[in-house]
T-cell receptor, first 114, second 113 residues
């Protein structure tokens, strides 16, 4: 079984500040990990994914995430927040079986103030 | 390259009715998954279809069903609608497994009154 815990249902930052969204996972097998973003009334858009290659993964829109096996974490960061980053962010995990599905965390709403 | 297309975008139904939602995956994608998204429960997995066969199923009552056609297009059906079925229903497609990540459609917003 696999699961994801996202710490903080809401995170507030000022424009230009560091963005840090936390994700911890639980998986009985080496996981595949993903971050998705959802804008209002839209579907989910893939930001980045970890598939057991480099532990530091770079994604779109300046986001990156680091896989830390010892901490079972996959936190999402961005050096400088922009107003357009305001959205809901979801961390997801997949087992490495061909029949696995994606299990999502509860989501973190990122609020960016000017 | 066209994305994942879900129709309709919005739907209002009455309790007790049934509804069918449609999803056209990205060309070449053979796996289609369905999720229900609500403010209280978040994203919950409904089922996954691969090459016309249900490969995975979530923990939902039998009122929720789906199918996939030979062209990979998928439909999901909810019978005897309840107020609690009001949600955003998201379809996602992938080439083969979830390990590639999913591409999501914009969803169908179902409101049951």
């Amino acid at each position: 079984a696999q699961s994801v815990t996202q710490l903080g249902s809401h995170v507030s930052v000022s424009e230009g500040a560091l963005v840090l969204l936390r994700c911890n996972y639980s998986s009985s097998v080496p996981p595949y990990l993903f971050w998705y973003v959802q804008y209002p009334n839209q579907g989910l858009q893939l930001l980045l994914k970890y598939t057991s290659a480099a532990t530091l993964v770079k994604g779109i829109n300046g986001f990156e995430a680091e896989f830390k096996k010892s901490e079972t974490s996959f936190h999402l960061t961005k050096p400088s927040a922009h107003m357009s980053d305001a959205a809901e962010y979801f961390c997801a995990v997949s087992g490495n079986s061909g029949y696995s599905t994606l299990t999502f965390g509860k989501g973190t709403m990122l609020l960016v103030s000017p | 390259k066209a994305g994942v297309t879900q129709t309709p975008r919005y739907l209002i139904k009455t309790r007790g009715q049934q509804v069918t939602l449609s999803c056209s995956p990205i060309s070449g994608h053979r796996s289609v998954s369905w999720y229900q998204q609500t403010p209280g429960q978040g994203l919950q997995f409904l089922f996954e279809y691969f090459s016309e066969t249900q490969r995975n199923k979530g923990n939902f009552p039998g009122r929720f069903s789906g199918r996939q056609f030979s062209n990979s297009r998928s439909e999901m059906n909810v019978s005897t609608l309840e107020l609690g079925d009001s949600a955003l229903y998201l379809c996602a497609s992938s080439m083969d497994t979830s390990n590639y990540g999913y591409t999501f459609g914009s969803g169908t917003r179902l409101t049951v009154v």
